[in-house]
């Protein structure tokens, strides 16, 4: 097994990745542009986007949670709707956010000419370099870098707030919706790129400590954040530039620093602006390197991308080839068109991704366990996809034929180089087995988020985990008396115990005259000492006819018989409190009553929160 990615980031890295991968031309180019759209109503248009990026922020931050795995979007599709679905969205991921990154160096420009003549081109390859470079030494260190620059981009826009507020004039905002109400909400499609970066810390999550935390909260502190500077910044700025400069500045933000501060307030935001697009190279490059590794993994691409640095743990070759795609894209792409492009697949995976979700709740695979949960399921997925369908269907023709044409070279690749050689269970077809009630499934993607959870809530096996994991599991479906049942756990347990089958038998019922072994409605643990010396041996079952005890009211569904030799009496006491520390969860009953096969009744146990004894 190659080395793994280190565990270093924190809320405050990704709360500054997120804030700081959507904080560039969105606000600092953007709004000259969209305001000759509408006016000054413009500053509702960027809120109304942010609500539109709510539901893909949720479940996307549901998925993470559930999936701490890089490569983010890729992954998702990939786990829900097949290789075919996720080589389309591995490629369309990288593509847009590195496509971005590489447009907001060379929107570095416009403002890096308001301090000095550069060339802007040779100045964005040579900090794209210097990215690479930081990203490949590692992930912490580039999250450190990030804080920096977006404590001293907030900084800056606070000031701009504060004294931009002081000539506002309220004129400036008459009329208030000069093209008609329609216009806010399609100049909201214009400006959602302005959010396209805050979902893809889901990229990083394999690098993130405590993600199931971490993660949504994060993401949900950078967009409230975020959208109130962008409303903030964007009302200042509409209520001091008049209208005809605005509508025709590629530099709005420093130019109502000119008005409000003269020109030092110019060269501070035109700083500010470089931090931004800084800030959103950065975090481009640090997200857009996990998806080959990611689609590497999983043999979808040549194995080198997936190669982590012994040193320093990092991907290095994807984030060099990352690095090589957007010098590329930065000597040679006409970017108006390629980033409106990028819009289109962006918003494109948000569609995914909210179908994502559907897909997995539906799926009810016992092993999807997020511990964030979008709110208002379905209903806030569904809206997430009738939104991204309009603002795609205000993209454009020539955007379409462009999104099309990279889609099916995608599939293309699919059908020639993936399909033939690799085969992945995805949760769609657990969805169809549903439907069906045929046997389609295999407990593949099971095993593959179990070990996922495994690593996401740090569960070091200790000698009870090992012992569920060789246990034997008995599934009964007809009702049973206590006498037959006892019977059984004999038969099944002779050989693992080395003791006959009626002295098992005996000892079973001797134990049960003592004093009931029903602990509660619905459980028992009946427990015995047989001869010999250094053997355990734990029996779990699941009879949903029920097992008939003489002192219990009720049948009992969920018996764990365990027994073992005189010398093993501390673990004996131990398994029983693990055993009641697991029982005692409210939804135990639940999810063991309805698990599908015997695997899932042992994962239910392995995956379940308790405290081990080996645990960090």
């Not at 160096?105 to 308001?114: K, N, P, R």
């Not at 949900?220 to 005809?244: C, K, N, Q, R």
């Not at 955007?399 to 099916?408: E, F, G, K, R």
């Not at 099971?446 to 096996?461: A, C, N, S, V």
């Amino acid at each position: 097994m190659g080395p793994k990615l280190r565990k270093e980031l924190g809320l405050l890295d990704v709360f500054c990745i997120a804030s700081g991968a959507m904080i560039s031309s969105g606000l600092f180019i953007l709004p000259g542009i969209a305001s000759a759209r509408i006016g000054p109503s413009l500053f509702i248009s960027y809120i109304i986007a942010s609500f539109l990026a709510l539901p893909a922020l949720l479940s996307k931050a549901e998925l993470a949670t559930a999936m701490p795995k890089a490569g983010g979007d890729y992954f998702f599709i990939t786990r829900t709707m097949g290789l075919s679905a996720g080589t389309i969205g591995g490629v369309a991921s990288w593509f847009s956010l590195s496509l971005k990154s590489a447009f907001a160096l060379v929107g570095m420009g416009a403002y890096a000419a308001l301090i000095m003549h550069v060339p802007i081109r040779i100045v964005a390859i040579l900090l794209c370099i210097l990215f690479v470079a930081i990203n490949i030494k590692g992930a912490k260190e580039a999250g450190i870098f990030q804080r920096y620059l977006v404590a001293g981009l907030f900084a800056a826009l606070i000031f701009y707030i504060i004294k931009g507020f002081a000539v506002v004039d309220v004129n400036r905002f008459v009329p208030f919706v000069p093209y008609g109400k329609m216009s806010v909400f399609t100049t909201a499609g214009f400006v959602f790129i302005s959010y396209g970066g805050l979902t893809k810390i889901a990229s990083l999550a394999e690098e993130v400590r405590n993600p199931g935390r971490n993660i949504p909260l994060g993401m949900i502190l950078s967009i409230i954040i975020v959208s109130i500077f962008y409303a903030l910044v964007i009302f200042v700025t509409t209520g001091m530039l008049d209208p005809e400069k605005l509508y025709h500045s590629l530099t709005p933000i420093a130019d109502g620093a000119q008005m409000s501060m003269g020109v030092f307030g110019n060269v501070i935001m035109a700083i500010a602006a470089l931090l931004a697009f800084i800030s959103t190279a950065n975090a481009g490059i640090m997200a857009a390197s996990r998806y080959p590794m990611a689609m590497a993994r999983d043999k979808i691409i040549p194995s080198f991308f997936k190669k982590i640095n012994e040193r320093y743990k990092t991907p290095h070759v994807s984030i060099m080839i990352t690095g090589v795609f957007m010098i590329v894209a930065i000597l040679f792409l006409k970017l108006e068109l390629l980033v409106k492009v990028a819009s289109t697949f962006l918003i494109l995976l948000y569609i995914f991704i909210n179908i994502a979700v559907i897909i997995m709740r539906e799926s009810k695979i016992q092993n999807y366990r997020p511990t964030f949960r979008a709110p208002l399921y379905p209903w806030i997925q569904i809206a997430g996809i009738l939104s991204g369908c309009f603002l795609i269907f205000e993209m454009g023709e020539t955007t379409y034929i462009i999104t099309v044409s990279l889609a099916v070279a995608a599939f293309a690749w699919y059908f020639i180089y993936v399909r033939p050689n690799v085969k992945k269970e995805f949760a769609l077809i657990h969805v169809v087995e549903r439907i069906t009630a045929k046997e389609l499934t295999t407990s593949s993607l099971e095993k593959e988020l179990k070990g996922i959870l495994r690593e996401r809530d740090d569960i070091i096996e200790d000698r009870f985990d090992k012992l569920i994991s060789r246990s034997t599991i008995l599934d009964i479906d007809e009702p049973l008396s206590m006498e037959e049942f006892f019977k059984r756990i004999a038969a099944s347990s002779e050989k693992e115990l080395g003791v006959s089958i009626d002295k098992i038998y005996e000892l079973l019922i001797k134990r049960e005259k003592e004093s009931s072994t029903v602990i509660r409605a619905g459980l028992a643990i009946p427990h015995i000492v047989v001869e010999g010396k250094s053997n355990f041996r734990i029996i779990l079952t699941r009879c949903k006819g029920g097992v008939k005890f003489p002192e219990s009211e009720f049948p009992v569904n969920i018996v764990f018989v365990l027994a073992g030799t005189k010398d093993e009496r501390n673990f004996h006491l131990r398994a029983l409190a693990a055993i009641a520390e697991i029982a005692q969860n409210v939804t135990f009953d639940k999810m063991w009553l309805n698990a599908r096969n015997t695997e899932e009744l042992r994962d239910i146990i392995l995956l379940a929160e308790r405290k081990r004894a080996h645990s960090k």
